[in-house]
């Protein structure tokens, strides 16, 4: 089953934000990005859109409540993720404050993670989360 949550951003290609099959759900990337617009929490662009400056906590903190709005919307919830796996495109200068944000979200409940750095995202963010949860 697809679906599409009416409180999280649109995407960015042709994509739903999860699938449901079985008992499992997946989601599709999911970046910091507000719903019903092309603006990023905490990221400031030049004319030509490019990265002038961005605030990785302010991303993280957008970017788990869209997981979290689509975990919702499909009848899941944060507490039934089992799997995250976390696109970070500067490791050196985001990793800590990433794991202490991350830290305070996931304290309740400890799913599989795995971090890895990136080149670049299709948008102009410095994190994408890609997560599996029960339903």
Same mark, same amino acid.
């Given at each position: 089953?697809? &679906?599409?949550?009416?409180? $999280?951003?649109?995407?960015?290609?042709?994509?739903?934000? $999860?699938?449901?099959?079985? /008992?499992?759900?997946?989601?599709?990337?999911?970046?910091?990005?507000?719903?019903?617009?092309?603006?990023?929490?905490?990221?400031?662009? /030049?004319?030509?859109?490019? &990265?002038?400056?961005?605030?990785?906590?302010?991303?993280?903190?957008?970017?788990?409540?869209?997981?979290?709005? &689509?975990?919702?919307? $499909?009848?899941?919830?944060?507490?039934?993720?089992?799997?995250?796996?976390?696109?970070?495109?500067?490791?050196?200068?985001?990793? %800590?404050?990433?794991?202490? &944000?991350?830290?305070?979200?996931?304290? /309740?409940?400890?799913?599989?993670?795995?971090?890895?750095?990136?080149?670049?995202?299709?948008?102009?963010? $410095?994190?994408?989360? %890609?997560?599996?949860?029960?339903?």
């Amino acid at each position: 089953m697809i &679906i599409n949550s009416s409180k $999280a951003p649109e995407p960015v290609g042709l994509y739903p934000h $999860a699938r449901r099959v079985g /008992d499992l759900l997946f989601l599709s990337g999911v970046g910091p990005r507000e719903k019903g617009t092309k603006k990023i929490p905490g990221v400031e662009l /030049d004319e030509a859109g490019n &990265i002038v400056s961005y605030d990785i906590e302010i991303q993280c903190r957008s970017v788990f409540n869209n997981v979290k709005l &689509i975990l919702e919307d $499909a009848g899941s919830s944060w507490d039934k993720l089992v799997d995250v796996t976390v696109y970070l495109t500067n490791m050196k200068d985001d990793f %800590k404050k990433y794991n202490e &944000i991350y830290a305070e979200y996931f304290k /309740d409940n400890l799913p599989c993670r795995t971090t890895c750095e990136i080149n670049c995202l299709p948008t102009p963010i $410095a994190i994408e989360l %890609k997560c599996i949860a029960t339903v």
